[in-house]
């Protein structure tokens, strides 16, 4: 352990006030973010490479497409073990070993020599970047305390917003200018700085009671949502609904999720997910927004680029690079987020003020009638991402408000799997109100209308739950 590891916090940092970050927690807080970021980058760069990749081994882009659903499904196998993965062994243990995973993973797909290699390595890579993002929440509540926890979200906060938008630009420019494997290979050198100075940087925390692992509970609820997810991204790929191959998986994850809650009735305090804690009104109110978000949040990530190139004839770059305005909103607004977040004591009003500029900005796309990158649509998009900054942050802040820091894993691990449930569906719906728009098919503007509309109602939808969130509690 050095000097520069991040200490305990004292006591007094219960009390609310504005203490100054500091050094350690910056350096933890700049870590962190680098190894979110270029795991959530993989999840939409690589949808700019899937045609390279179909010539590159001669395959129909329906089987290319498993190169994207292997890491889905690989991520969502492994998130609802992070919490008692963090009280066993330590946050930052974990985090080291996934960040090594997700490295492996990395390397290995730069060196596909097949499809079905690629596949395989990209369900590594899923493996490691599964508990990367549960983890990041959890390390925060550890290193900052709820005094300066805002402005640390915030700063967390910034790979989630930038890097859905940095995703597309990345990818073009990589598969365009030089080998598709340098979608992988880029992250390398960010893996390995990040997970050899993770464990200088950051003390590691182990429960001194952990409890045993719930086999049982991990099978059900891993089970679970990974056919949820499975069935939803067949929906959103063009399936019908009726399909066995959509039915047989959304079947399944209702009857494992549903066998998951009758397990954790009846062993409580030995349960994998505690869902004990939705009867704490911040959580509640914060996963319930969470949810409801990701449905919105996520759709309309895939949308807007889909908007410009089948509506507008724009090339990939092109479109991704249309997204950075909304990139630029979320980075002009997150820090001054953090600021106001650990001055007031209520969020509300930033969620619902976030939650409105997002809707504006889809019902902008919903009335559009052409497809082109004007003033109003980048504006749109800008407004978009200043509203996903004021609300992104004052959520997950929110969830931990008036809970034990012990609590903070299982916190964020019941919160996950929600977001997780959250994104796969709003992508798939979204998707498939697009493919049954008309008149006139998917590459007009007209048949986008219907599908921003949908994302829209949802962002609206959230603000019910967000007008429940209560104030802070400062003791």
């Not at 978000?293 to 004839?313: D, E, H, R, T």
Request: proline share 5%; glycine share 12%; hydrophobic share 60%.
């Amino acid at each position: 352990m050095t000097d520069r590891a991040v200490t305990d916090r004292p006591a007094t940092e219960r009390a609310a006030g504005r203490e100054a970050l500091g050094g350690p927690v910056v350096r933890a807080a700049l870590l962190l973010a680098a190894g979110a970021f270029v795991a959530l980058l993989d999840t939409t760069v690589v949808g700019v490479a899937l045609e390279s990749f179909a010539r590159r081994f001669d395959a129909g882009l329906a089987q290319v497409q498993w190169v994207a659903t292997a890491y889905l499904l690989a991520m969502s196998a492994v998130i609802p073990a992070t919490g008692w993965a963090a009280r066993r062994f330590g946050a930052v243990a974990c985090w080291t070993a996934s960040l090594a995973v997700f490295l492996l993973g990395s390397v290995l797909c730069g060196l596909a020599w097949s499809l079905g290699s690629l596949v395989a390595f990209r369900a590594v890579q899923g493996l490691g970047a599964g508990m990367l993002f549960p983890l990041m929440r959890i390390l925060v509540v550890q290193v900052a305390g709820p005094a300066r926890m805002g402005r640390t979200m915030a700063l967390i906060a910034v790979p989630v917003l930038v890097a859905p938008v940095a995703g597309p630009v990345v990818g073009g420019a990589l598969v365009q200018g030089h080998s598709w494997r340098w979608v992988f290979l880029l992250n390398v050198p960010v893996c390995l700085a990040v997970a050899v100075l993770s464990p200088l940087l950051m003390r590691n925390r182990r429960d001194d009671a952990p409890g045993r692992l719930d086999l049982a509970g991990l099978v059900t609820v891993s089970g679970g949502l990974t056919a949820a997810v499975l069935g939803f991204v067949r929906l959103g790929g063009g399936r019908p609904v009726g399909d066995l191959r959509v039915l047989g998986p959304l079947l399944a994850a209702a009857v494992l999720l549903t066998a998951h809650g009758l397990l954790s009735r009846r062993r409580r305090e030995r349960a994998l997910l505690d869902f004990g804690l939705f009867r704490d009104r911040a959580f509640a109110a914060s996963s319930a927004v969470s949810l409801l978000n990701s449905f919105g949040l996520y759709g309309a990530v895939v949308l807007v680029p889909l908007f410009f190139q089948q509506a507008g004839g724009r090339g990939p770059l092109t479109a991704g690079l249309v997204m950075v305005a909304q990139g630029a909103g979320a980075g002009a607004a997150v820090l001054l987020v953090g600021r106001v977040i650990d001055a007031r004591s209520n969020p509300r009003a930033l969620v619902l003020a976030g939650l409105a500029l997002v809707a504006a900005g889809l019902a902008v796309f919903a009335r559009a009638d052409a497809a082109e990158p004007g003033g109003l649509l980048l504006a749109a998009l800008f407004a978009q991402g200043v509203g996903l900054a004021l609300a992104a942050s004052p959520v997950m802040v929110t969830l931990y408000h008036s809970l034990p820091p012990a609590a903070a894993p299982a916190a964020t691990t019941l919160n996950a799997v929600a977001q997780q449930l959250g994104a796969a569906a709003g992508t798939a719906v979204v998707a498939l109100v697009l493919q049954h728009a008309s008149p006139g098919g998917a590459g007009t503007v007209a048949a986008f209308r219907p599908a921003f509309a949908v994302a829209l109602g949802f962002v609206l939808l959230t603000a019910v739950p967000a007008a429940f969130l209560p104030a802070r509690r400062k003791s």
